[in-house]
């Protein structure tokens, strides 16, 4: 259930790649709803402009989220850019890492793209999706609220660096990628009539 044919927001690629270089890509969004979670995101991103600055070998492309300016989180530093919203797709395919609150769509898309996550959840089924990510170790979480940036830039290079979650992630994206089986399985549920269909 992922929309790989959908419309995306416009994006400077040619800045972002003679910005990036070599440098393994870091994507950070909290979400399109990260705005009713209070100051807690803007806190957050603060912490991620200071892995960056810890971290000058990699580059990092956040989604400020609606209503939320780059002025509230502060100046970034030369190896971030920031906007209001980000062509998700696109920079999944060549991203290395995602720092994420862990809505399921997301999740699933970095999964498609075998990209390891950083799940910071806020609310909603986001905790749970974390929990998940870790059981099949997927990647990391973190405390959204109380997260400390050495801790942080920890859990970021342990997804870069770490084989196993590298390992597991490009076995779940074999997985979803399937297809074949997944229809198959939905094709016998209809036939036993276990589900029903409307037009």
Request: charged content about 25%.
């Amino acid at each position: 259930c992922i929309d790989l044919e959908r419309k995306d927001w416009p994006f400077p690629w040619e800045e972002f790649e003679q910005r990036r270089g070599s440098r393994k890509l870091v994507l950070v969004s909290l979400g399109t709803r990260s705005s009713e979670y209070g100051n807690t995101p803007a806190r957050f991103l603060r912490k991620v402009f200071e892995v960056a600055t810890r971290c000058p070998q990699l580059f990092f492309v956040m989604a400020l989220g609606k209503g939320r300016t780059i002025e509230s989180v502060g100046t970034p530093p030369e190896n971030v850019m920031a906007f209001p919203f980000l062509p998700q797709l696109d920079l999944l395919e060549r991203a290395n890492a995602m720092i994420t609150n862990g809505g399921l769509g997301t999740v699933k898309e970095c999964i498609w793209f075998k990209v390891p996550l950083i799940v910071a959840p806020c609310r909603f089924d986001q905790p749970s999706n974390a929990a998940r990510i870790v059981r099949h170790d997927l990647g990391r979480r973190v405390n959204v609220g109380r997260v400390s940036v050495a801790h942080l830039q920890e859990a970021v290079q342990t997804c870069l660096d770490d084989p196993l979650i590298a390992e597991n992630i490009a076995a779940m994206s074999a997985a979803f990628r399937g297809s074949d089986e997944q229809e198959r399985w939905i094709e016998g549920l209809l036939s036993q009539g276990t589900v029903t269909t409307s037009a």
